[in-house]
Nanobody, 127 residues
Framework: QMELMESGGGSVQAGGSLTLSCVVS?????????MMWFREAPGKRREAMLR????????YYNSSLAGRFAASVDVAKNTWFLHLNSLLPEDTGMYYC???????????????????WGQGTQVTVSS
């Protein structure tokens, strides 16, 4: 089974930080797992933010996030993390972890081989 369970969202003031967690089934803790993070702002389409593998670098779809958002993984806890720093009101939205498995890490969900989504967690940033 490939399952994802997110947590860690909440309400913060601008400039604050949050860490989102994505606990996954063991099948999604392999060297071929591509963990991606997306967000969906109110009234906007879901957009990719960044991705990484267990032993790989962080790759940003949106390079403007590189100075504020980062991803990490704790293999022992089957958990992937998204670290949100220096949050802005425009960062408000639903945040999703998503995983695929394979030799290639693909941004487009339509091209995923197995693709699984977390249920999402709400992040609200007030000014």
């Amino acid at each position: 089974q490939m399952e994802l369970m997110e947590s860690g969202g909440g309400s913060v003031q601008a400039g604050g930080s949050l860490t989102l967690s994505c606990v996954v089934s063991a099948a999604l803790m392999s060297s071929t797992t591509c963990m991606m993070w997306f967000r969906e702002a109110p009234g906007k389409r879901r957009e990719a933010m960044l991705r990484r593998r267990i032993d790989g670098p962080i790759e940003y779809y949106n390079s403007s996030l590189a100075g504020r958002f980062a991803a990490s993984v704790d293999v022992a806890k089957n958990t992937w993390f998204l670290h949100l720093n220096s949050l802005l009101p425009e960062d408000t939205g639903m945040y999703y972890c998503a995983a695929d498995v394979g030799d290639y890490c693909v941004w487009n969900p339509r091209l995923w081989k197995f693709g699984r989504w977390g249920q999402g967690t709400q992040v609200t940033v007030s000014s």
